[in-house]
């Protein structure tokens, strides 16, 4: 065990306990992060006695390149130390009031400390006291746990839960990063608890989501979600994606799983999380655009303009940022079927370069849903689209090399157009605008500026303005 305490930080924090009297342990996410082998540093330390004495304590013994922060209303103190994060706070005892996930704090023992942790496995602590350097103390079978992979509450799940319902996402989240198992009793009582999730906070709520989207297989977590009733009170419109409906012996398929492949398949090629989230987000307008037509089946149509239209509402709800990074997504979910769209009709080189003038730098990211979007079961049907996309992805490449219209602005602007016929801003400026731009993406004129001189003479003139 003392091998595991590689960190020579230890060894002054159980210098500094001992001049204090105080007992001193290593304790939680740090704790289980050993024996799950996932290195980290950020070291939470609990004493028994007072956080910040003992912070004061580690700083003098540090000298000028710890940097001390002290939390007085807390009771906590940081310590920054080349790079590592040390959090020190004394052992509390905790109780909760019904309205609130705010507890009650009381000073206490080391077992009260545990006592109030979400799960057996963040519940362990390993004493930095000299006399019992190393031990560890595991009074709930967190190790057991650990080795077979189960998340479960120390004590009554309802009332771990219930006290602060942040715990049941936390809990989800751990399951889905870990690939853990959620214990019978505990997964029952997020099934009882689901409706005290609405005392969270949104942004405590997204930042679960968001550690959830960031694993390697994103579903987990979802489908957890899903079956204990918790997506439909945080994410009502991903939750009613789910389901299958049949008519004349017709189905469509059910677009939550569909969405689930999508984003894991994605999660295999990007970090990248807003991609992510566009993934997740890409059919969210398809409920409100289910049809049944008697000759052709299910349609969806334009559900991806309603489901970009959505996204500002949802944006919004969730406190996500609604500057650049919402208009990325609303991008993605707008294309996320034209490249496709492009492989059935025709692929002229003229809505090729209307793609890539739509998309822009995110081009390669739209392809990389796109491709994640065939989830198709039939493995001849899901390997010839995949063909046709690289042939579409090949286009990409040979005509930005030509025509260069990716970032493309049209060689005349509106100023320009306004002073050279003496015009205030009015709808003929945007026509004749629109029209030189839609010619250069037709491929009528090149993308240059004396082309688009002419065109724009010849264009005035038709309209009498010259
Ligand atoms: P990660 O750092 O990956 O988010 P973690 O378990 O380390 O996971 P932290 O938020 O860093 O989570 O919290 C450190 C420890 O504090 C946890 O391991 C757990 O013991 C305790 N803890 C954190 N949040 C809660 C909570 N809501 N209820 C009970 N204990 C908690
Ligand atoms: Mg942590």
């Not at 060894?11 to 082998?37: H, N, P, Q």
């Not at 997204?206 to 979600?225: A, D, H, M, R, Y």
Request: glycine residues 6%; contains cysteine; neutral net charge.
């Amino acid at each position: 065990m003392q091998s595991y305490l590689k960190n020579p930080l230890f060894k002054t924090l159980s210098t500094c306990a001992d001049e204090l009297g105080m007992e001193c342990y290593v304790i939680g996410g740090f704790v289980r992060d050993i024996f799950l082998k996932r290195p980290s540093n950020d070291i939470d330390v609990v004493v028994v006695g007072s956080g910040i004495t003992m912070a004061e304590q580690v700083k003098k013994a540090l000298g000028k390149q710890a940097n001390l922060a002290v939390f007085k209303n807390f009771g906590t103190a940081q310590i920054k130390y080349k790079d590592t994060e040390i959090e020190l706070v004394g052992a509390r005892r905790e109780s909760y009031t019904r309205g609130s996930r705010k507890p009650i704090v009381e000073d206490g023992t080391l077992q009260d400390d545990q006592n109030r942790r979400d799960f057996t496995i963040n519940a362990l602590a390993i004493c930095l006291n000299q006399d019992r350097y190393g031990a560890l103390l595991d009074p709930f079978g967190g190790i057991t746990d650990i080795e077979n992979k189960i998340i479960r509450t120390p004590l009554d799940p309802d009332i771990t839960f219930s006290d602060d319902p942040l715990r049941m996402l936390r809990c989800i989240r751990f399951a889905t990063q870990l690939h853990f198992h959620i214990e019978d009793k505990t997964y029952q009582s997020l099934i009882t608890n689901k409706e005290r999730i609405k005392i969270v906070s949104i942004e405590r709520i997204v930042e679960e989501l968001n550690k959830i989207i960031k694993s390697p297989k994103p579903s987990i977590g979802f489908i957890l979600l899903k079956k204990t009733g918790l997506l439909a009170l945080i994410l009502p419109e991903i939750d009613a994606l789910s389901g299958v409906e049949t008519i004349n012996g017709k189905s469509h398929k059910d677009v939550f799983y569909h969405t689930l492949e999508v984003l894991d398949k994605l999660a295999t090629k990007t970090d990248n999380v807003w991609l992510r989230w566009a993934a997740l987000f890409h059919d969210v307008g398809k409920p409100a655009t289910k049809r049944f037509d008697k000759k052709i089946g299910w349609t969806f149509h334009n559900h991806n303009y309603i489901g970009e239209r959505m996204l500002t509402h949802i944006f919004k709800r969730l406190k996500l940022p609604m500057g650049e990074q919402m208009r990325y997504v609303q991008k993605i979910v707008t294309l996320h079927m034209r490249p496709i769209a492009l492989v059935e009709e025709e692929i002229t080189d003229s809505a090729v370069r209307r793609l890539l003038f739509e998309a822009g730098d995110d081009i390669d990211d739209l392809m990389i849903l796109c491709e994640a979007d065939i989830t198709s079961k039939n493995e001849a049907k899901a390997q010839r689209h995949l063909q046709n996309l690289q042939i579409v992805r090949q286009k990409l490449k040979d005509i930005e090399q030509k025509d260069h219209v990716r970032n493309f602005q049209p060689p005349i602007d509106g100023k320009e157009i306004m002073e050279l016929f003496n015009l205030p801003p009015c709808a003929e400026v945007g026509t004749l605008k629109t029209a030189i731009k839609d010619a250069i993406l037709d491929g009528i004129i090149p993308n240059e500026y004396d082309a688009a001189y002419s065109f724009m003479m010849q264009k005035a003139k038709e309209m009498g303005l010259s």
